[in-house]
């Protein structure tokens, strides 16, 4: 393909994509085909000979689109969202045709360097404390990973070797040493991740690469599933008596389940009160909810990780309009990264990199290679401006709260499980409702039980209602939504954030399922 | 940004890719801009109010072309070529437009799909064995890793997770017992990884990652770098003296020094000797060279892997035309990697996962989350043909033999140091030229030293010319290559291998090598 065939085909694809975008609403937002579709419709071999372009874009049509869920449907309500904007699309244009493996400084200066600045800007956009930027003092800085499990792995394994080769080196051990190398080893096992309950199960999955053990600690509706000081307080002495010793801990700033925010100040004391503790390194999940700090009125909880946080991340490639993959991660001292993830051989070393005036990101990250991603963000940062990012997060928070209001106006239907926040609301359907047709519920719209409590309890009746409402809903396809299991309450998650979503889609939705709820209670009466 | 708006941009920028793309050859490969160039251009903080793509694009140009290395020119001949071509340009502009997370099957099953249709497609390409197809018997398959360092990471986790485990079981200890996580973690620190020397640093990285010990096998260049069986039986059995348990090894398939490739068959001969060492994960990193396997005469390499080797990986990204990323990384047992890093959480569970009828690849992996890689892989394999892959891996390997024949033609200025391969010559500047202008040498070309030994001996004045002859070469910036040191001889590496190369260019790139050895050399005697 030549310049002249690519432009042609180019063309070809843009008026394809644009085209795409604009039909969405109108299409399925979960696709109907079955598992194993597509490779009854591809050839058992790569071809031979050349195919032109016009037959490729032909196959995405009728193969690859009827695959497809759409993530970018005003209908898509599930997980959280992942969004993408022309201008991220222009920068991964752009990203491939500047093609460099990146691994250091030299293999493409202006990967790396946007990329610095980029992560400042963002951390200024987002509110983070000056010690996460690349020019503070305390050699703080940031740098794009592919996702968020990327990024809870990597910090993870920095802190199980800041912790133990810190431990051998205070005993005196000199690094190199068989008695080193034995040392860390002996250390590693007694070692223990932590984080709540209700965070990612990449801290989990990080754990398991990490190899350490892992501890979750339970918390509790009526904290609205945050983790509290005393919670953790609690776990830190029961591992001090089993003679293990937490080393990192990831804290939720918005709950895969429930956009829970854990008590950052409370847990930040807690860990204040013993030098070992002292030494657990702290990680911010803010992976979906991180995006809302671009608007001024959240940055208050920001401003928390001025002290005693040494890492924090978020995605832009869920609500911020940049696509997937755009992970930003920021450490208070870069050393904590590079002092344990570089291994720079002969071929890796070049006079820009010896000097320790350029970054090197391949030793802030398991990968040694990356793609230019700081394009895309640059590109969406200056198209939007900071006035847009603001103005559409603040509209994606005003839809939840939109919808939020609707279920909790049916609280002779629904009940609402945590309060809800960033878009995202999370409730069940009661296992009888007050009346079918009434709209009042038991009147204060708190989604409170009979019983006068205002957590939920369990009920396995409302269990399998809401279970089934969920299934119908998205075997039907209008909108596709998700569940989740807390505190043993089977409950639905609905979040409607993305760039398309409206509130007659949130209305809609919410007319869907009140629709099924009542069907599934009809029938459940019958 | 609006549909239309995007296409004006999306065309303005396509007219700027094909103009970068065709002025390729004229650019400088090295770009002049030093450390932190680039921040003083940008704005200390990122915009309020949006700004036009013209001026986006007029930025890119005036800021961030300044700053790139050229992998596409002509004269770039360091590290490993990064390929790009146009269809793979499109595959991520469908992919960034066709955004999904994609960390299980119902997120967009076209995406999970064509994945494993490409790894299959390429799998039969590269002539691997039919065991790492996913229709094999023995449940085999491939998927998409961001770089060779992630799978190497990948599978060096699985595998020491796949060791600890099964002795834990072996000795009757229940999985999720307090006993079953002691014993493991009792386990690991006996665990050695594996590779030779010459492997690339990724591997020793993995272990840091996976927090086992790391042991290099030293190889010999009389044997071009391999490693061969009686070196790793002789490391087996000195660990084995020291109570040490090797888990793990990666064999090379192309050393980043060299090209060297490991005698396979001798390595897993003698891992078949004991029990113990048949537990051994074998990983063949092809990362360069495994993309010659597409042209038939190299294929007999591969079907040394049809037994005895666990995971094999090479990157579409080096040398097969599609932009970084796309590592391939195939297993014989799709179960060496999902037992060891699934977990799956309430609101990662849906029928169709839990069915075992689809793949979920975020089991295959460290990152949960997924690009749509696949597109750009079928774009370029159907855009070219195998018939066109094929050519232009043979042009590649044709315009290293012109390279490495020109110099040999020169004995009197050049040692190549190890056997030329795909590509690749590694050399070094004799400290006193035999003439200063003669081409005979030793008359038979193989660079052999006076003293009648075939292989290169240790030389501080060699060491010191090479690198004055490298470092002036690289400063003057009309071509690019890198250095490296092997059994403790320094060597220019050469690789001419990407998609502009042409014989004119590679003569260019000899004669300025020998233009400046001579004028070093000259300078030496003065």
Redesign the interface.
Known sequence: ???D???T???A???D??S???NIPNQRV??T?P?????PQ?PA???????P?S??QAD?DA???????Q??SPNFMA?FP?????????G???????????FN???????T??E??VMD??A??LGLPDCFLSTSANRGGGVIQ?????AV?TVM?AA??RHVQRQAKAEGLKEGTAEY?DRV??L??RLVALSSTQTH??T??AA??????YRSIDVRLENDMALTGAELRGKLEELERQGLTPYYITLCFGS??SCAVDRFAEITAVLSEKPAWRAIWVHIDAAYAGSALIADEWQYLAREFAEGVDSFNMNM?KWLLV???ASLLYVRNRHDLTD??D??????RNP?SE?G??IDYRNWS??????FRA?KI??V????????LKEYIRKGIALGDTFSGLVRSRADLFEIITKPAFGLTVFRVKAAASSLRGANGDGDGDGALPNGSTVAQVDEKADAVTKEVYELINSRGEIFI????MSGIYAI?VVSANERAEEKYVRRAFDIIVDTAEEVLRGAKN
């Open positions: 393909m030549d310049g065939q690519f432009r085909a180019a063309h694809a843009i008026d994509i644009i795409y975008f604009d979960l696709p085909i598992p194993g579709y597509l490779r591809i071999s790569p071809p031979q000979d050349p195919e372009w037959q490729i995405v193969n690859i689109k009827p695959g497809l869920t993530w970018q997980f992942a969004t993408v904007s022309y201008p991220s699309i222009l991964e244009m752009y990203s491939a045709a500047f093609n460099a493996p990146a400084w030299l293999c493409s200066p202006a990967c360097e946007l610095t600045v800007w963002m200024q956009a592919m996702s968020a499990s990327d792995a394994i199980r070797e190398e080893m002996e590693r096992p199960s990449s989990a999955k398991l690469l990490a190899g350490t053990r895969t389940n490639h696509n997937f993959d344990f993830l291994i720079t051989p002969a071929y890796l820009f000097s005036q350029v398991i990968p040694l290679g990356r793609r394009l640059w590109f940062m200056r198209s939007y401006g900071l006035k847009g998700t569940s989740t299991v998650r």
